[in-house]
C-alpha cells in the first residue's frame, strides 16, 4: 500500500474521477432511494460539483503506480435529510474504501467539507449517520437526536464554528 498522503481536491464535473465516487456511493446507499436510478444518482452527483460554496464534491487522491486514484469522497450539499428540509447546509456522502480506512482520510474530508461552509459563510453544518457517531465527535459534532430515516435508525448531528 502506498505511503504518500492523500491530496484533496475539488471535485469537478467533467473529473475521470466522478464515475467511480459516484459507484461507491450508489453502492453504499442507492437501495435507501430505490426511486433513483444510477444514472440519476451519478447525474445528481455532477450536479453538485460546484465552483465554490454549497454545492461541493470532495475527493482524496493517491499516488498509486504513477497515476492519482481516489480513496476517499464528501460532499457539501444543501439539503441531505429531506424530512427536514429547513436544515442547511449538510456535510453528506462520506466515504473512504475498506481498503484505505483508519488512515485519517475520512477526518481530513470532514476538515475539508467544514473549511469550504465556514468559507461561504454558513455558521455551522448538520449531518445524519447511522454509525459513525464516535468519529464525528471526534471532530467536534454534536448529536442532536436520533430519528427513523428511510428504515434505520440515525442520529442528527451539528457542529457550528465561528465566523
Known amino acids: 500500500m502506498p505511503s504518500s498522503l492523500p491530496v484533496l481536491r475539488r ?3 467533467d473529473s475521470p474521477h466522478l464515475e ?3 459507484r461507491w456511493t450508489y453502492t453504499a446507499w442507492g437501495a435507501r432511494y430505490p426511486e433513483e436510478s444510477w444514472p440519476q444518482w451519478r447525474d445528481d452527483m455532477r450536479r453538485q460539483c460546484g465552483e465554490q460554496g454549497v454545492p461541493s464534491v470532495f475527493v482524496a487522491l493517491a499516488e498509486e503506480a504513477g497515476r492519482e486514484i481516489p480513496v ?3 460532499s457539501l ?3 441531505d435529510l429531506d424530512t427536514r428540509p429547513e436544515l442547511t447546509p449538510w456535510l453528506a ?3 473512504v474504501p ?3 480506512r483508519g488512515r ?4 481530513a474530508l470532514v476538515e475539508r467539507v467544514a473549511e469550504e461552509a465556514r468559507a461561504a459563510g454558513c455558521s455551522g453544518c448538520y449531518l445524519y449517520t ?3 457517531q464516535a468519529l464525528y465527535a471526534r471532530q467536534g459534532w454534536q448529536a442532536q437526536e436520533a430519528l427513523d430515516y428511510r428504515g434505520e435508525r440515525v442520529t442528527l448531528m451539528w457542529r457550528g464554528w465561528s465566523a
Open 72 to 74: 476517499g469522497t464528501a
Open 11 to 13: 471535485l469537478r464535473p
Open 20 to 22: 467511480t465516487l459516484a
Open 98 to 100: 475498506s481498503a484505505w
Open 93 to 95: 456522502s462520506v466515504f
Open 104 to 107: 485519517g482520510i475520512a477526518s
Open 77 to 79: 450539499t444543501a439539503s
Open 130 to 132: 447511522p454509525d459513525q
